[in-house]
């Protein structure tokens, strides 16, 4: 059974400080995607990465697919208020979606 | 990007009525759709994998007579909850499957009374 453990499970930082969520498994994914969703609503897709060491910047999160595509990291650089929400990791292949628990980041201003 | 709309964004029934759950794709066609239960505070839990014109395949320990789906066109998935049970109140999501990735709609935040 495939499993993804994201880690951690919550993080409560100040605007301005940067952080790294992980996301881990022991099984090769043909290809992982990291969602944010806030609450009430669908999860949003951010990035896919489907090559080992790719790594993926969109504005001030920088995406990283370990190099034998079983693990991610997801870095926030200089997080603000409006990154707040449930981050979630998520590996499969042929359409599949595993996800791991999420990470539910609260920045304060 | 890919947009997946849901209807209705949320519904308040009565224990053992039905109710049914709209998935669109709006802009592409979705030969696989997936449907998801998430409880608060918790992760997706993918209930089934709705394939366009055949059956569903439904994940362990979710009764496929309960949760009847319906993906009767490249378009359109529905779910279908039937003799609904306040156990049974939860947020449903759907997505669509596209290019190795998955659209998710805005769920449906169903309470059975």
């Known amino acids: 059974t495939q499993l993804l453990e994201q880690s951690p499970q919550f993080l409560s930082i100040q605007e301005g400080e940067n952080l790294t969520v992980y996301c881990n498994s022991s099984?090769?994914?043909?290809?992982l995607q990291w969602y944010r969703q806030e609450p009430g609503e669908g999860p949003v897709l951010l990035v896919t990465?489907?090559?080992?060491?790719e790594v993926k910047k969109l504005k001030r999160l920088t995406f990283q697919f370990g190099d034998a595509r079983k693990d991610s990291s997801l870095h926030i650089t200089a997080a603000q208020p409006g990154d707040t929400g449930l981050y979630l990791c998520?590996?499969?292949?042929?359409?599949?979606?595993?996800f791991g628990k999420g990470t539910k980041l609260s920045v304060k201003p | 990007g890919a947009v997946v709309s849901q209807h209705p964004s949320w519904v308040i029934c009565k224990s053992g009525t039905s109710v049914k759950i709209e998935c669109r794709s709006l802009d592409f066609q979705a030969t696989t759709m997936f449907w998801y239960r998430q409880f608060p505070k918790q992760s997706l839990m993918l209930m089934a994998t709705s394939n366009e014109g055949s059956k569903a395949t439904y994940e362990q320990g979710v009764e496929k007579d309960k949760f009847l789906i319906n993906h009767a066109s490249l378009t359109l998935s529905t779910l279908t909850v039937t003799s609904a049970h306040p156990e049974d109140s939860s947020f449903y999501i759907c997505?669509?499957?596209?290019?190795?990735?998955?659209?998710f709609g805005p769920g449906t935040r169903l309470t059975v009374t």
């Open positions: 990465v489907v090559t080992g060491g």
């Open positions: 099984s090769v994914f043909s290809s």
């Open positions: 997505s669509a499957y596209r290019s190795y990735e998955q659209y």
């Open positions: 998520a590996g499969g292949s042929q359409g599949n979606l595993i």
